[in-house]
């Protein structure tokens, strides 16, 4: 299973990010998907989270409001949009896969990993 992350960059404060997690040896459609994030000197956070039944999403308080996780099946790709960023919201965003429907706002419940794209807001 290889997860492949994108879409980090620069932006300014209030402005919007699209993350891809483009997957393979693994479908989508058939296991949790969710991104975390690690900012310097911080833990590893729960971000957001789609489930594979029936497509649940859930979302850490921090960015519920302004985020939205979504996949397409077709493309084997989970996506996370980002708008009204934030300077905290700087961090290294990662993507990871669960056969888990319960516990999925943790790390551990996680078995692929991909390598993190590097999302920076200025402020």
């Known amino acids: 299973v290889q997860l492949q992350a994108s879409g980090g960059g620069l932006v300014q404060a209030g402005g919007s990010l699209r993350l891809s997690c483009a997957a393979s040896?693994?479908?989508?459609?058939?296991?949790?998907m969710g991104w975390f994030r690690q900012a310097p000197g911080k833990e590893r956070e729960f971000v957001a989270a789609?489930?594979?039944?029936?497509?649940?999403?859930y979302y850490a308080d921090s960015v519920k409001g302004r985020f939205t996780i979504s996949r397409d099946n077709a493309q084997n790709t989970v996506y996370l949009q980002m708008n009204s960023l934030k300077a905290e919201d700087t961090a290294v965003y990662s993507c990871?896969?669960?056969?888990?429907?319960?516990?999925?706002?943790?790390?551990?419940?996680?078995?692929?990993w991909g390598q993190g794209t590097l999302v920076t807001v200025s402020s």
């Open positions: 990871a896969t669960s056969p888990y429907l319960v516990g999925i706002t943790t790390t551990g419940k996680y078995d692929y």
């Open positions: 040896g693994r479908a989508v459609s058939s296991y949790t």
């Open positions: 789609i489930t594979w039944n029936l497509g649940s999403t």
